[in-house]
């Protein structure tokens, strides 16, 4: 697979190099001035006593002397003959036209580099204003930032102005940048079963579908719709037990689900009476079993207790919630107020997606404004009621094949990586726990159930969570239920021999970071089988992804193989291929030291984590499940995702890190906050200033940059590095504004492939995506 970016770089010319060129010109000779100017004051010096008889003189040279400690000395040639005809020395004289020479030729370059990045800037101006005025790209920004898109503005984009730096942080990212972001990164399978034509997909993020699906439950005009199903307790007993209650968290923007052990108290009893008669009801009969003078508000009160829940209308592997949901209000309900305002939110979606240009982002503003207000009405909280829609564009216009020789690139580092595989600390914890609870070669039938009491004893989860960073045995063997050692490698080719093959980062290899857009990629779907197959080396793979039910970002990449069901899920409509986490079973396979998951009928089962999000950012019973899926601790290649200064006081540089070709790190700068140049200033100010310093430093002219800060921040626009082309004024300009307030300093790294080799490639950046896995 390869990620595309959706701008060509060409289109990015924002650069002064002329005028660059000429700062470090005038650096060089502006030293060379200083150097001649010390010997000429020395000569003017001892010329000065001879000049008593004549005062005026005496006077002009000693100002003249104090010239000479400038690198831009302000000379009066007519001194310099006087000098001559007061009967100066000939090396006072040769020293004088010498100095004047060098500062005159200084003062031509100041000018000529004055004139220079007047030019430059004016043509970043328009390159910038062009981009403003393109449809198809205004169009790609509507989606991240509508409220700019509606009004673009039609001043000038000169350096330093807010709409400047909002166009040009966009037009960077689509053109240096390859994470996915709606059209502004496409992405491209490789080979025979990709699509030939550019495929779009859109849909509702998932917690705002979610939060719809509970308006919805409640309603008496709609609850009608739904299934409910009692809680599952995953085989605890209600009455005498804590069981596990699934609940929402909010962060920022971010929803998740994780899960609490409560005792269920009261409703114990009412859970036990109508479990009798089933898990999962329609409305009519279980108010008929609810009974009471208002069985409703009853009902009510179980879906506010957490021991009943709606029934999602559409199947696991339904990428499109918001259509199902939409679809069963209009078909079965079209009279309650709710589908009058489901059809109308629908039709908006659908006037947004088919618009463009600045008219794109006034109707997604308008639209996610009203979608909020609609659930705003119906109670729901605002952090629950967020809209947002998730762009993917498969794009198979550029030739996203590799050039032959990465083949013997990729396999060094292949090989690298395969003698560095070693098992994670915490996996052979997980293994001791479950043997000394059921001993060498025991059996677990309620893997729920032990999973959960490991999860909640807060001095084993505590050690699992110190361990899982950390290595174990080298020579650990391969389990049953264990993957094979695997990792997805995101890499960028150049035409430099000796950076030949770039690595950008490592992702889990799983196939998760492909399963996000197998929506819009024909043919992937059926790769991803055949890769798990392969992980699974004969045992039958499942994946379970958190909290897919309300994070749209997980949502987008479950479905490509069977799912592992946990009792604590938002109940949904049932798949015939599930695995349910309370039917199987656990045995310690004492060959391989592991732990090994069986169905009902006795296949292997081998977990796989298909999220987006990290794995060690997961808790609870997701942090033990991840650790089974992923037992395997590989080198992470390309640059850490956080940055921290190498040195309080001074600049630190690390040359590339490479083999055979291979760069495993780029070339990086740690400058704390104090050793950076000028941090404002006029446009010339900066372009010299910043290329002076770099140049001193070695650094190159195209940059990423990430800030250092005393409080680490997990937010995209701090931990993604800005692309940063220090010969540009906007940029600069762009850079320093960006600079948070505590900020200690940055980490600048060079930008590979550069711009040139882009030219040579194609003009669009293209990151290539490849799974690998290794015996074991």
């Known amino acids: 697979m390869a990620r595309v970016a959706g701008l060509e770089s060409t289109r990015l010319a924002i650069g002064c190099p002329l005028a660059a060129a000429t700062a470090a010109e005038i650096h060089e000779i502006e030293e060379l001035v200083l150097a001649a100017g010390q010997e000429t004051g020395e000569l003017l010096f001892r010329l000065v006593p001879s000049l008593d008889q004549d005062k005026g003189l005496r006077r002009e040279v000693l100002a003249l002397r104090r010239e000479t400690k400038r690198e831009s000395p302000r000379i009066d040639e007519s001194v310099i003959n006087r000098i001559a005809v007061a009967g100066a020395d000939h090396n006072t004289l040769r020293a004088l036209h010498a100095w004047n020479s060098l500062a005159t030729k200084a003062k031509s370059l100041r000018e000529r580099f004055s004139d220079e990045v007047h030019s430059e800037v004016q043509q970043a101006n328009e390159v910038l204003q062009r981009l403003r005025a393109d449809e198809g790209f205004l169009t790609a920004v509507a989606d991240s930032s509508p409220s700019f898109a509606a009004n673009p503005g039609d001043g000038t984009l000169s350096p330093g102005r807010r ?242 020789a990465t083949s013997k690139s990729l396999e060094s580092f292949g090989a690298e990586l395969a003698a560095r595989i070693q098992q994670r600390a915490s996996y052979p914890l997980l293994v001791a726990r479950f043997v000394e609870t059921y001993g060498v070669s025991g059996k677990c039938s309620e893997a729920w159930r032990w999973l959960v009491e490991a999860a909640h004893d807060q001095g084993f989860y505590a050690q699992l969570q110190a361990l899982h960073h950390r290595a174990g045995d080298v020579a650990a063997r391969l389990g049953p239920s264990m993957p094979l050692p695997n990792t997805a490698v995101a890499f960028q080719t150049s035409e430099d021999p000796y950076a030949a093959l770039i690595i950008n980062q490592s992702h889990a290899g799983t196939g998760s970071v492909m399963a996000r857009f197998a929506h819009v990629l024909d043919g992937s779907d059926g790769q991803l089988k055949q890769w798990a197959s392969v992980l699974a080396h004969g045992g039958s793979a499942v994946e379970f992804v958190p909290s897919f039910e309300v994070n749209g970002l997980q949502s987008v990449s479950k479905g490509s193989l069977r799912r592992l069901v946990r009792p604590d899920d938002f109940p949904m409509k049932s798949a015939l291929d599930e695995v349910t986490m309370t039917s199987m079973v656990i045995r310690h396979d004492v060959e391989t030291d592991s732990l090994v998951f069986y169905a009902p009928d006795g296949e292997t089962i081998v977990p796989l984590y298909m999220g987006i999000v990290p794995s060690h950012l997961l808790s609870g019973v997701d942090r033990l499940l991840a650790t089974i899926a992923d037992p395997w601790l590989l080198p992470r290649p390309g640059d850490a995702p956080f940055s921290r200064l190498e040195d309080q006081q001074r600049v630190v540089a690390r040359p590339r890190k490479d083999l055979d070709g291979v760069v495993l790190s780029r070339a990086h700068w740690s400058v704390p906050l104090g050793e950076l140049p000028t941090l404002s200033g006029t446009d010339e100010e900066l372009v010299r200033n910043w290329t002076v310093w770099r140049r001193n430093q070695g650094i190159p002219s195209e940059v990423f940059v990430r800030f250092v800060r005393s409080t680490q921040s997990f937010s995209p626009a701090d931990r993604k590095p800005i692309w940063v082309d220090l010969t540009s004024a906007h940029a600069l300009s762009a850079l320093c504004t960006a600079l948070p307030k505590d900020a200690l300093g940055v980490r600048l790294t060079e930008a590979l492939p550069t711009g040139a080799s882009l030219e040579s490639q194609g003009d669009r950046a293209v990151e290539h995506l490849l799974f690998m896995t290794f015996a074991k």
């Open 163 to 404: 709409d400047t730096r909002t166009v040009l942080s966009y037009a960077s990212r689509a053109a240096r940048k390859t994470s996915p972001f709606g059209r502004l990164t496409t992405v491209s399978l490789a080979g025979a079963g990709a699509s030939k034509q550019q495929a779009e997909a859109a849909v509702v993020s998932q917690s705002y579908v979610h939060a719809w699906l509970w308006v919805l439950a409640r309603d008496e005009e709609t609850s009608a719709l739904f299934q409910f199903e009692l809680l599952d307790t995953g085989g605890f007993d209600p009455v005498a037990e804590a069981v596990s209650i699934p609940e929402l968290i909010t962060h920022g923007d971010i929803v998740w689900k994780t899960s609490s052990r409560a005792s269920l108290r009261g409703f114990a009893e009412v859970w036990n009476a109508l479990q009798a008669h089933g898990n999962r009801w329609d409305l009519p009969p279980l108010l008929a079993a609810i009974g009471g003078s208002d069985p409703f508000a009853t009902f009510m009160r179980f879906l506010e207790a957490g021991i009943l829940y709606p029934v999602a209308p559409w199947d696991y592997k339904e990428p499109n919630a918001w259509r199902v949901l939409a679809d069963l209000v209009e078909d079965n309900a079209p009279q309650s107020r709710a589908a009058g305002e489901i059809a109308e939110l629908s039709e908006r979606i659908s006037l947004y997606l088919a618009s463009s240009g600045s008219s794109r982002g006034t109707l997604k503003t308008d639209l996610a404004a009203h979608a909020e207000q609609l659930l705003a009405r119906r109670g729901v909280p605002e952090d629950r009621r967020r809209f947002q829609i998730y762009l993917d564009v498969a794009e198979t216009a550029v030739d996203t094949t590799l050039p032959g």
